[in-house]
Nanobody
Framework: QVQLVESGGGLVQPGRSLRLSCAAS????????VGWFRQAPGKEREGVSC????????YYADSVKGRFTISKDNAEDTVNLQMNSLKPEDTAVYYC?????????????????WGQGTQVTVSS
């Protein structure tokens, strides 16, 4: 069965860190661009970061540049999102998704597989 599973969400105080992980079941992430997206209540889903498995390029939304780092663990075949200096506005459900378009497309419709999401809450 082909699926993506996110893990690592939780409740943290502002300024703290979390590390999210995206793992694939039934296929390998080596042939995809893997993106992280988030959706806050009442808002549209937005792109946060993306890793291109073809050339290792990384992309970040302006709102997370300098705070979030995306990486791929080849041994575990996961794509991880290290989130530092978290802010209340980072609160959302975070999803990972894969695309065969290696340049990390902007449109959500270009992503084929989606995980079910993991909740990240930043609050004091």
């Amino acid at each position: 069965q082909v699926q993506l599973v996110e893990s690592g969400g939780g409740l943290v105080q502002p300024g703290r860190s979390l590390r999210l992980s995206c793992a694939a079941s039934g296929f390998t992430l080596n042939y995809y661009a893997v993106g992280w997206f988030r959706q806050a209540p009442g808002k549209e889903r937005e792109g946060v970061s993306c890793f291109s498995s073809s050339d290792g390029r990384r992309y970040y939304a302006d709102s997370v540049k300098g705070r979030f780092t995306i990486s791929k663990d080849n041994a575990e075949d996961t794509v991880n999102l290290q989130m530092n200096s978290l802010k209340p506005e980072d609160t959302a459900v975070y999803y990972c998704a894969t695309s065969l378009i290696m340049s990390c497309p902007h449109h959500l419709s270009d992503y084929d597989y989606w995980g079910q999401g993991t909740q990240v809450t930043v609050s004091s």
